[in-house]
């Protein structure tokens, strides 16, 4: 049974454990009326939810990413064994006192129970379901603030606790960690659950509208913040940057502390407001580690109307690490979708090395179960280039596992990825496990208004984008001086592998360079629709490499269109509707025919049992060695001759035949 003094453990110290813990919250939980009505403030339609509340305290590694994954691990794991802990089953030691905030309660106000907490200390804050008028500060505490509760003795709360930021200028909660010159490395820890917070405001040229959270640092020492938000909603703030949740360190260098947000919170409907703004939905600046299971950052805005200067209309991220992992089947579980930036990346914008990566799928402790893809769509770039994605800077990598890219517009180039200044963004299927074996990882629907690059733009010294079995369709971009779904500009390199391109890509061509690189293997590109020619090769050093690959339209139209200079193409073992491609390089083992894909009509792609791509080539791919739906490479085709070699052109392996060594397809 639980009991007040029995609530939450205090963190172990790093001297005592360096595993992470995991503590499970009551099983169920639901938001109602409460968060109903905050939706219907904000012109939404009600939604009731139930929610598996779990919290995750990393606090003990110096592998921030690695104890988070464990600790996922092990409650994917408890879920799959039918476990229905309670919190009581799952306490460790006592965390201090246990405070309780509503009417009738020990306090009328949060932060009158925040204040009575000891400097250094901890406590539990239970907050009856209620609607507070505050803005609240926590500092050099570690506590856990805890609404929805109907009474002052529930310890099951089942709604959520409104928390409404009434003064100009001030965040509605700020978190701060200062004793960087009391002790070495110091830390707090707060946590975050069943609340709502919204209508904060600060000035244009402040940070963090909702939810400011700060580390200290200074004199070779850190003071970390590590703050989580469980079936929390930072909602309709405002703010200069971080219009809903900001994160920052306040002095050079230093470990910055952990952000976590599971139990599908959200960070929705917050402005950053200043023409130069950095982050509609969240900002984080310097080291921090994010950790993000399902939820959704949705319908923010970055900057102003008719602005172009804004960066990330969801997210600005400098210099942290980012781990969302989409969770469950719902709607939002791990979505970046509608925000708005008036500059450069519409959903996300990466710089200062930082590292983001985005997975469709969630872990337990021996298998990985895939349920859902990230989604990252309807995004826009209203100002500039990025529509979804806007990777700049050397160092920096965003890597997209699993997860669908669609419906994000930019004004000018990249609706949906936009690579510059040495960036690099990968788009893949990494494992076999996935929630659909044909729609894995796709690209689609996105758009270009003035600007080329549809799918994807690079430019620039060592960016780069890496499509990796991947499906890219009906990506479109506007009259522009690079109409096409994918656009190599000056220096930039994109790479197709494992992947398929078809659907209409533009007015003029599919694929694009102008003095950059494009690399095809192993891949299939049909059915572009595209106006002038599938490729467009200008520049001197424009290059582009063709291996192992198909490249089929359907209508009488040229496979390339050369510009001014003296572009090269390298080419081998690739079946084509013409030879044109001969005028810019020496083909080899290469042939104009016919594919003959399963169902082209219906975009099905598959090889037919005599195509004359099967049994083609003789140059073996690198491991895992499989193609898009991750068939296995190497089959033959008996009823097809060799001709050079066991393995089929383009994205898509033959489903039937024989391995290389004569075995038969398992």
Known sequence: MLTDDLVLSPRSSRSESEAPWLLLHENQYQRMSRRDRVRDRLGRAPM??????????????????????????LLSLALAAGAQP????????????????????????????IDSVPADGSAVIRIRDDFFNENLVIENKSLDLIGGHDSCSDTSPDSATTISGISINSPTLTVQNDRMFSEPDSE????????????????????GGGLRVVSAHGSGRSARTNVTLNNTWVINNQAGSGGGVALWNSGPGGDGGQFAMIGNSRISSNQAVDTVARGGGLYCLGNFSLLLQGGEISDNTAGMDGGVSALGGGMYVQGCEVDWFAQGAGEGSGSLDNNTVHGRGGGLYATGAATVDLIGAHFSLFVSIST???????????????????AGGAGTQVTVDRGWIYDNDALAQGGGLFAGDGAVIRVQRREETCHDRRRCSQIFGNRTGAGGGGAGFAVNPGSRITLSRTRIFDNTAGLSSAPAALVAAPNGLIRMEDSILYG????????????????????????TGAGDAVFFLQGDTARLSLFDSIV???????????????????????LWHDDGLAAFGTPSRSLIAD????????????LEPDSPAVNYCSVAPPAPGVDLEWRPRGLVQPEQPVRYGPFDL?????????????????
Do not use: W
Not at 188 to 207: A, E, H
């Open 48 to 73: 009731k939810r139930k929610r598996l509340l779990q919290l995750v305290d990393y606090r003990g590694s110096d592998r921030p990413r690695q104890a988070v994954a464990i600790a996922i691990a």
């Open 86 to 113: 309670t919190l009581a089953d799952e306490l460790h030691t006592i965390r201090g006192s246990v405070l309780r905030v509503g009417v009738g309660c020990t306090y009328s106000t949060i932060q009158a129970a």
């Open 188 to 207: 707090i820890n707060v946590f975050l659950v069943n609340l709502d917070l919204q209508d904060g405001s600060v000035g244009t040229n402040q940070r």
């Open 372 to 390: 859902r893809p990230f989604r990252l769509h309807d995004n826009s770039a209203s100002g500039s280039n990025g529509g979804g994605i806007y």
């Open 504 to 527: 209409p890509a533009g007015p003029s061509y599919a694929l694009y360079t102008n003095e950059g690189v494009l690399q095809i293997v192993r891949s299939t590109i049909a059915d």
């Open 552 to 574: 089929s339209d359907a209508a009488p139209l040229p496979i390339v269109e050369a510009g001014t200079g003296s572009p090269i193409a390298t080419m081998d073992c690739n």
């Open 595 to 606: 594919p003959r894909f399963v169902d082209r009509a219906s975009n099905r792609y598959d």
């Open 650 to 666: 383009g994205a898509l392996e033959t489903s039937y035949g024989l391995f290389s060594d004569r075995f038969e397809t398992p």
